[in-house]
């Protein structure tokens, strides 16, 4: 598999290590007219630098944020992948809010997403992460950079090594919870 999906390094460390299973996104600039589409079920977690700010994160969150461990800015560490269990296009901020405490975004910042371009609105997808055996560092490519959320990463990776980060059961629980707070 050789897709990759870019989002802070603070929300890629949230996902794999602090058992969030939220991912919310408004869409690149280089994403068109169409906005973001949950384009892929399953892809590799590339941890970004590039808009990464600590004051848009909830402060719980934020020594994660001071603490990240990047590696060399010539190189691109991936350790997580993910599946995408359920994805949806939010067209009320008020269902983007009643989300809050399961992901690591402040209000302010949901808010500003969601009203920022075209059209109002914000992606959720539910996802479940998955932990491969050891990281793998791979070049950082011209071709990665840009305001886009898919790349096409160079090697592809077998995701049939990785190892679900959540216990079933807690998956399953923080699932209910994302769809409870959507219906």
Request: glycine residues 10%.
């Amino acid at each position: 598999m050789q897709t990759a999906f870019k989002e802070w390094g603070i929300v890629v460390e949230a996902l794999g290590r602090e058992g969030q299973i939220v991912v919310l996104r408004k869409g690149g600039i280089a994403e068109g007219r169409g906005g973001f589409q949950a384009e892929h079920e399953r892809f590799w977690l590339f941890p970004t630098r590039f808009h990464q700010q600590a004051e848009g994160v909830v402060e719980e969150a934020r020594a994660g944020f001071e603490n990240y461990q990047w590696p060399a800015e010539d190189v691109l560490r991936i350790e997580f992948g993910a599946e995408v269990m359920e994805a949806r296009r939010l067209d009320s901020l008020a269902a983007a809010q009643r989300l809050a405490g399961q992901h690591i975004w402040r209000e302010e910042v949901i808010a500003e997403r969601f009203d920022w371009g075209r059209d109002a609105g914000i992606y959720a997808m539910a996802v479940k992460v998955r932990r491969l055996a050891a990281p793998v560092e791979l070049p950082m490519l011209e071709s990665y950079g840009g305001c886009k959320s898919w790349v096409e990463l160079e090697p592809s990776m077998n995701f049939a090594g990785t190892e679900p980060v959540l216990a079933e059961d807690v998956f399953a629980e923080k699932l209910a919870a994302f769809r409870e707070a959507l219906a």
